[in-house]
């Protein structure tokens, strides 16, 4: 029998459906199911402070695995979040993280006359075309650089619905369906759970709703939730301390308590760290599962590693950013320490077993794909 993939997704008030045409199908049911996931390619991080007008490096990534993802054929690929590095949402001119050191009004007021954000979005997009060319369905949750720290209105509704200039990423938050799988997929927006901003709670709330109905309509036989997100709840404990890499406590406690409700496992599928963390927990006596992987773009060395343990992660994530990065990377180390290159950028693969709801992942570099 076919398996057909199916949308919904609530934003503002709209049902949309978003990246497949209703009615798209994938191939026939097979023993398991592919998701790929692609995490911040975060296009202009690199050279942010020296060269910001170039993302080579960067681009030359995501383009190799968006065409190494095609010839997996997957019945997903998950874009999970800062598709551009220029912050879009800067209130404060004097404080705008966009700006070079030193640089003159004059000279930054050029700066943003070139738009980079909007060519850094061309570029994903272009990078992109390999998958949407083989139909291969392309998800995309949002990060902190696709709509800012404290997102309001009018950059909420530019992501999901573009302007005359360009399309939308697409639905805040969205179910995805895969028929007769026993795997149920949800994305949705994980920086309302970073922010404490009064202007985010309508969106807190309709995001609420989506996930507790979501929770009440799971299909009899469904063996896993899925948790298709930017930021994770935590690293290694469930009331470690907030940082810049996890979310507030009373939001995490909150949506833990709805997702609980199901009564199944759970894997969050997360980026923003730009680097790689594998988690066991459990919550409420059911098991969590989350994986936290590494930049298709520029990767960054915590403490000089690719890959951090739970209790490593933690102490990096709750911490607030700079401090972080003074602390972790150093700020005499940044060149060694954030690259964007084949033996450390890459992609992370998830092979799903609908029956029996288990799963295998695997990070693979793009080194490492050109080798298979």
């Not at 503002?12 to 049911?29: D, E, I």
């Not at 960067?58 to 997957?74: D, F, G, I, S, Y």
Request: aromatic share 10%; hydrophobic share 40%.
């Amino acid at each position: 029998m076919a398996r057909s993939l199916i949308i919904h997704a609530f934003n503002f008030g709209l049902l949309w459906a978003y990246q497949v045409p209703l009615g798209a199908s994938v191939r026939a049911a097979a023993p398991e199911l592919v998701l790929v996931q692609i995490a911040d390619p975060q296009l202009g991080m690199l050279n942010m402070y020296n060269k910001p007008t170039d993302w080579s490096k960067e681009e030359r990534m995501l383009q190799v695995l968006a065409e190494k993802a095609v010839a997996m054929k997957p019945e997903l690929v998950f874009l999970a979040g800062d598709m551009q590095n220029w912050w879009p949402n800067e209130k404060n001119p004097e404080k705008d993280r966009n700006r070079l050191m030193n640089m003159s009004q004059s000279a930054f007021e050029d700066l943003k006359a070139l738009n980079l954000g909007l060519k850094q979005r061309q570029s994903v997009r272009q990078c992109m075309k390999s998958l949407v060319d083989a139909k291969v369905p392309v998800y995309y949750t949002p990060g902190n650089h696709d709509i800012g720290d404290d997102p309001d209105d009018e950059m909420l509704t530019r992501y999901v619905s573009g302007n005359a200039e360009e399309e939308g990423w697409g639905p805040l938050f969205q179910k995805v369906e895969v028929e007769e799988s026993g795997i149920r997929f949800l994305q949705f927006n994980s920086q309302v759970y970073w922010s404490a901003a009064e202007t985010l709670e309508k969106y807190r709330e309709e995001q609420l709703e989506f996930l507790k109905e979501e929770v009440r309509n799971i299909p009899a036989g469904t063996k896993l939730l899925v948790l298709l997100t930017h930021i994770p709840p935590f690293m290694d404990s469930f009331d470690e301390p907030e940082g810049w890499a996890n979310w507030r406590q009373v939001y995490r406690k909150q949506i833990l308590d709805v997702l609980a409700a199901s009564e199944l496992p759970l894997l969050f599928i997360c980026g923003h760290f730009h680097a790689n963390v594998v988690k066991e927990a459990s919550y409420q006596g059911r098991p969590v599962h989350i994986r936290v992987s590494s930049a298709a773009g520029t990767t960054i060395q915590w403490d000089g590693k690719d890959s951090l343990t739970p209790e490593e992660a933690q102490k990096v994530a709750s911490k607030q950013v700079l401090k972080a990065f003074a602390e972790d990377v150093g700020f005499a180390n940044i060149k060694k320490r954030l690259r964007a290159q084949g033996d450390r950028s890459g992609l992370r693969v998830f092979r799903f077993k609908p029956e029996s709801g288990t799963f295998e992942d695997h990070w693979y570099t793009v080194d490492e794909l050109d080798g298979r």
